[in-house]
């Protein structure tokens, strides 16, 4: 089953910058032809979309509470999608979860993802 795997959280200033990094475990997942979400998960919430970006494309969309903070790249090279966060809240807390999506929409969340969830990446948001 593909399972991706997340990388590059930490605990890092409100106001301050991460990038996440979503890679495949196995290496003949092509990432530049799937669609790819990121989710998150914070404590005693239910998980939650945060940015998709389109399969073969550089077209992302973002939830409201990311919006204008947050932004999905890809390097195929490296068979790689990235989450740029910039201007961190306390709120922005939680495991960072990616997956691969049937589609990326501005509603892609209400659709269960392709695969099972990895381990995430804690991000922690705290001064």
């Known amino acids: 089953q593909v399972q991706l795997v997340e990388s590059g959280g930490g605990l890092v200033n409100p106001g301050g910058s991460l990038r996440l990094s979503c890679t495949a475990s196995?290496?003949?997942?092509?990432?530049?032809?799937?669609?790819i979400g990121w989710f998150r998960q914070a404590p005693g919430k239910e998980r939650e979309g945060v940015s998709c970006i389109r399969d073969r494309d550089t077209t992302t969309f973002q939830k409201r509470a990311v919006e204008g903070r947050f932004t999905m790249s890809r390097d195929n090279a490296k068979n790689t999608v990235y989450l740029q966060m910039n201007d961190l809240k306390p709120e922005d807390t939680a495991i960072y979860y990616c997956a691969i999506l049937v589609l990326c929409t501005a509603d892609y969340d209400k659709y269960p993802p392709f695969g099972s969830w990895g381990q995430g990446t804690q991000v922690t948001v705290s001064s």
């Open positions: 196995a290496s003949e997942v092509n990432l530049e032809y799937q669609s």
